[in-house]
């Protein structure tokens, strides 16, 4: 039998890698191909659109739990999709449990053991791997006897390079301990109609050493076919966007790429903003002087009565603008007299980036590398909290290094510290906002729930229907520590339109069938990208602008809201499929 071509393809959540995989796994197959497409989230959502807008039942973690790691487990989860494609999903813990990475881990090492490709007659196996949260499980892909080569999808949106580059940093990471080189085939640029975006990617792409593979613009028909549960090359086969699929198959038929040169961490967002602001901006003030941190905690800012103690923690799934909305917010509530803390709990560490103006050093960092402190009161909490826009107060959780370790690691200890330091009482906060990745509802990305650190969450949302499901998973977490007795619920969900032509309807339908009412509606705005070329949040660059009076308005909902509601999760993600197709049907 000839050689089973394998790669691997990453990407920040929200940028189209799977709507990228799915159509290329189509485009593979017409060429002759036997693809198989290997879902490697706990999403378990990577195939659905290949099945019919039926997620695949059962997943292999699942499986092997109910029966046992046998081969008859693991070839049960083989599920045949459109143009015959093999499809299966790795699956993950129940939200709120465990490590996200664990699905990943079996299902590929049971892949491998029983020869699972070779019994399918497979000869081109896809990863489609989560690359927000590159740890030990989800850098697995990469290793070797899995791909030999890693595409990586991307905008040209600044965090969307910036994982990019984590991703590079992860290959190196595990060639280190690997005897056969992995490779990285290049970018492949997922279009999102901004201002100079391929020059953006491609000189980006230059500074890593990389080529641009691939152009796949933004188009209509990408929604117009998840809505109808399918696939842009299947529903819309003459297209000129299929034949951009089927243009990027031709050219990863034979797979082969280079070493990257990644931008070191601590560098790369200086860097990537320094590029995207050159392409975007008028303005060249800003780029002469960049705004350093201020470790001085001023308590100038502060209401002569103080409210109640608030805690909040935003969820959503990677991409969808959780971490912009959170600075936003906590910019507006600080300039409505709030002394806010905003807490980055996520392993890239870009949640305060906007509020401080650059990426500052973690809680992980400094708890390992003073780890010979035995005493955490030796730890200057200046070294760790920083003071940014409008005197919010500022923190990053961290996480391991790309490639390795757990990534809710950093999650754990940070909250532990916080506590165990009172920073809360010692910087005199009276709101704080946790940002919290929430494509892996895992053990550590669930602890600010969990243990109890917020009562009270909200979820950032789209009309996407991979968005509806990451936020349904969210829902079953709250569900589950409910029925554990942790007292935590929806404060409300915020519409974060990705669509100009709306699409509010689906949420608002969404939300009635979950029982949480929707607080806000932002809609999508270039202010934000021109803002963020800018290191800064909205609230900063555009303080008179439309979006900036919505996110005062989110910020007012939020502090006059005092109700928390416990969720009514879809029980099957399939219903969720059912609803966007039904309210696009209506549209038309």
């Given at each position: 039998m000839a050689e089973i071509t394998q790669i691997a393809i990453y990407g920040k959540g929200g940028v189209g890698k799977t709507t990228i995989t799915t159509n290329l796994a189509i485009c593979l197959a017409e060429a002759?191909?036997?693809?198989?497409?290997?879902?490697?989230?706990?999403?378990?959502d990577t195939t659905a659109l290949l099945l019919g807008g039926k997620p695949a039942k059962p997943v292999v973690l699942d499986n092997i739990q109910a029966r046992g790691s046998s081969k008859i487990a693991v070839q049960a989860c083989v599920h045949i999709g459109y143009q015959g494609i093999a499809c299966l999903e790795a699956g993950g813990p129940p939200p709120a449990s465990g490590c996200a990475g664990r699905g990943v881990y079996h299902t590929l090492q049971l892949v491998k053991k029983f020869?699972?490709?070779?019994?399918?007659?497979?000869?081109?196996?896809?990863?489609?791997?989560?690359?927000d949260v590159v740890c030990g499980g989800f850098s697995l892909p990469m290793h070797n006897d899995f791909a030999s080569t890693v595409y990586i999808v991307t905008t040209?949106?600044?965090?969307?390079?910036?994982?990019?580059?984590?991703?590079?940093?992860?290959?190196?990471?595990?060639?280190?301990?690997?005897?056969?080189?992995?490779?990285?085939?290049?970018?492949i640029l997922s279009g999102r109609n901004i201002p100079a975006e391929t020059t953006i990617v491609e000189e980006f792409a230059a500074l890593l050493g990389l080529p641009v593979i691939a152009y796949i613009p933004r188009s209509d028909l990408v929604p117009a076919a998840e809505a109808c549960k399918s696939t842009v090359v299947a529903l819309y086969p003459e297209s000129t966007l299929a034949q951009d699929f089927r243009d990027l198959a031709?050219?990863?038929?034979?797979?082969?790429?280079?070493?990257?040169?990644?931008?070191?961490?601590?560098?790369?967002?200086?860097?990537?903003?320094?590029?995207i602001y050159t392409h975007q901006s008028e303005d060249k003030v800003l780029s002469a002087s960049k705004p350093l941190l201020s470790p001085a905690i001023s308590q100038s800012n502060r209401l002569s009565t103080i409210p109640p103690l608030r805690r909040i923690a935003i969820y959503g799934k990677a991409g969808i603008g959780k971490s912009t909305t959170s600075s936003n917010l906590s910019a507006a509530l600080a300039k409505m007299g709030?002394?806010?803390?905003?807490?980055?709990?996520?392993?890239?560490?870009?949640?305060?980036?906007?509020?401080?103006?650059?990426?500052?050093?973690?809680?992980?960092?400094?708890?390992?590398?003073?780890?010979q402190h035995s005493n955490t009161e030796d730890i200057p909490l200046e070294s760790m909290f920083f003071e940014g826009f409008n005197n919010v107060i500022c923190a990053e959780s961290g996480g391991p290094p790309p490639g390795v370790g757990c990534a809710g690691q950093g999650v754990l200890l940070s909250l532990e510290f916080i506590e165990k330091r009172e920073v809360i009482d010692k910087f005199q906060i009276d709101f704080s906002v946790f940002d919290v990745l929430g494509d892996v509802v895992c053990g550590g990305f669930a602890?600010?729930?969990?243990?109890?650190?917020?009562?009270?969450?909200?979820v950032v949302i789209n009309e996407e229907p991979l968005s509806l499901v990451v936020t349904n998973n969210i829902l079953r977490a709250v569900e589950k520590l409910n029925h554990e007795g942790v007292d935590v619920g929806l404060g409300g969900l915020i519409n974060n339109q990705r669509n100009e032509s709306g699409g509010n309807e689906i949420v608002v339908s969404f939300a009635e069938k979950v029982g949480v009412p929707v607080i806000e509606h932002i809609p999508r705005s270039s202010l934000i990208l021109a803002a963020e070329a800018r290191r800064q949040t909205v609230m900063e660059a555009f303080p008179e602008s439309q979006i900036a009076s919505l996110y005062r308005r989110l910020a007012q909902a939020i502090l006059d809201n005092r109700a928390i509601h416990v969720p009514h999760a879809f029980q099957d993600a399939e219903e969720i499929f059912d609803l966007v197709s039904a309210q696009a049907l209506t549209r038309v």
């Open positions: 002759g191909e036997r693809p198989m497409l290997v879902g490697c989230s706990p999403k378990s020869r699972i490709l070779e019994e399918n007659k497979i000869t081109y196996a896809i990863y489609d791997a989560i690359a040209a949106e600044m965090m969307s390079l910036y994982a990019a580059n984590n991703i590079c940093n992860a290959a190196l990471t595990v060639n280190k301990g690997q005897s056969e080189a992995l490779q990285i085939g290049g970018l031709e050219n990863l038929h034979d797979p082969h790429g280079v070493r990257p040169t990644p931008i070191p961490p601590l560098e790369s967002l200086d860097i990537i903003t320094d590029l709030r002394r806010v803390l905003q807490v980055g709990c996520d392993p890239k560490r870009d949640s305060v980036a906007q509020l401080v103006h650059c990426l500052p050093p973690t809680i992980l960092e400094q708890l390992t590398r003073q780890h602890q600010p729930i969990r243990a109890g650190y917020c009562r009270e969450i909200y």
